[in-house]
């Protein structure tokens, strides 16, 4: 399939179907990244085109009306059929979707179109009923009431996307990219996908999946979970701490601590603690006029040089560097 | 000012220029971002508008007619003007811009608006004069362009982004979002900052800059680089690599080769080889049909159980999880 679709002359058809309060930026996400798909000669694989119901304009949640250039007969000759996400209407509130978008969409399915969702344009494709019985995702914040009105699907908020046969869900916003990214890696493979990504100033994959950006809710003083522990060492970030004190924090053993650490955040506890003092060291020469000593005390790196080490091997340059890039008056602040 | 900001009554004003040509996925980073972006009441930090020379329509890449609610008069009470990148346009050819559209971003800026610009909009701010004797940054795809159109800005296409006072610049697209978070970091902490990146499934902050995704021309054999040497790794993933190796096919030291590769690619080799090991497990995982342990050892981690190891550490989940996740039709293949 792949070595057909490549050589085929003409490009894959792609609907994107806008709905009312489409969200912009998932709007303007398939053309980006398939466009940018293409031939080492520089043929585009894809043509990406917009509909609307109706052809009719609809109100966009970024401070515009879209006029697209197609209704919804655009659905009838697409090869994949893109649903952006929605901030409000029917699909979003009640589950229900206009009889004509849900035949459209159920019609170009059973021809053989493969469908995609972008963040709540899940709530979309539920609606019309092509998600009963598949594994689906959605934005995180939208799990909850996308289970109250879609119980025949099995919702995973965990994962950046999901591929069940013809039928493809992407979590929240940027995790568009990330899906449209795998369908070109499906289409024509991973160096096609790699200069895609490159090219939106991406990376071709992201480790991890939707979970590591969920919002946890404040962590309660009952919890059986290691949250509590993150909690407290933030608000010390300056000082050392040791994986005995973050235990005791959480009233666990040493090992089932660990063990129970990963588990909820991927890390190790040394692994995480090192993320944040690097973070709270980035806010610092970003936001402040704190000089780099003083920012490698306040993130409990110590001494300037395991700051400077450390910024090193994860970004690749020096404190001074950093700020001079990012903070807006660098040259005001002594080093 | 952050606490000023923070309790004042009104939002802080922002004002989208969209020109003809505008990049779809830019016009909608800045609603998208900085509409996540609320205290902890719930009230929003930003009140986002879009606007275009004269009211007028535009035409976007991504396949629709932008109609604005304003014109360029919005930019006259703006507290931050954004411009998103275009893909056509008297900006990206010559150099130059609209009169009007030149000077309503001039007076923005002398009446003390902060002015950005994401992926090529960087060409607009340029062509209006706002970035000569700046420090600035644009697509890596345009950086030669922008080179030659404007000497007098000091271009860093390596970053995802610049701040310098208060004109900011970011690298190509997806790299606005970060722009975006990093505002929004600056005005109001890191906490809302982060809380709008989980929003919109993003790390707050990433590591590297844009330089990791420049397209690299193929190396040729005369290149001092490691280049070579990665290309001729990436072609043989299945079988065990040595540094030693590695390192005589650059034909350098093993100490010159790792000192040379850490600069050009920000990883040790033995890093950078996992990588590669662990992208081409996904590809295979995701896309081919072949069994777990096929998998292994086509990516080179001999045992299924050094595959499972990796995987888990670095995404989380086994790997028969992760096609479950990811291939299309995952039921249909035996593990």
């Known amino acids: 399939m792949r070595n057909n679709r490549a050589m085929s002359v003409r490009p894959h058809r792609i609907a994107v179907l806008a709905l009312d309060h489409v969200v912009g930026l998932d709007l303007g996400t398939p053309s980006q990244v398939f466009s940018t798909a293409r031939s080492s000669a520089g043929a585009s694989f894809y043509d990406v085109r917009v509909c609307t119901p109706g052809g009719r304009p609809v109100r966009s949640t970024a401070g515009f009306q879209v006029h697209p250039d197609h209704g919804l007969d655009l659905l009838d000759t697409a090869d994949t059929v893109i649903v952006p996400g929605i901030h409000d209407g029917t699909a979003l509130t009640s589950g229900s979707l206009e009889p004509e978008v849900a035949e459209a969409l159920r019609s170009a399915y059973r021809r053989g179109a493969r469908v995609m969702s972008i963040c709540t344009g899940a709530f979309v494709l539920a609606a019309a009923g092509l998600l009963d019985g598949r594994r689906a995702t959605t934005h995180w914040a939208y799990a909850e009431r996308f289970r109250r009105l879609h119980d025949r699907v099995d919702l995973d908020p965990g994962v950046l996307f999901i591929a069940d046969d013809r039928v493809l869900t ?31 100033v991406m990376p071709p994959w992201r ?17 059986t979970s290691t949250a509590g522990a993150r909690e407290w060492a933030r608000q010390r970030l300056h000082e050392p701490i040791a994986l005995r004190d973050l235990a005791e924090q959480a009233r666990m053993s040493v090992r089932t601590f660990t063990r129970r ?75």
Do not use: M
Request: proline share 4%; charged share 20%.
């Open 207 to 223: 480790d991890g999946g939707q979970a590591q950006y969920i919002e946890q809710p404040v962590p309660k003083a009952t919890d």
């Open 261 to 335: 650490f990963r588990s909820e955040t991927g890390l190790s506890p040394a692994q995480w603690l090192l993320q944040q003092r690097t973070d709270h060291a980035r806010l610092l020469l970003e936001t402040t006029d704190l000089t780099v000593d003083q920012v490698a005390h306040r993130s409990g790196f110590g001494t300037t040089a395991a700051l400077r080490q450390q910024l090193r091997q994860r970004i690749g340059v020096a404190p001074s560097t950093y700020r001079r890039t990012f903070h807006p008056r660098a040259e005001l602040i002594g080093s």
């Open 170 to 200: 992407s979590a929240g916003v940027a995790a568009g990219i990330d899906l449209c990214l795998h369908v070109i890696r499906l289409d024509h493979g991973s160096e096609v996908a790699n200069r895609a990504a490159r090219r939106c």
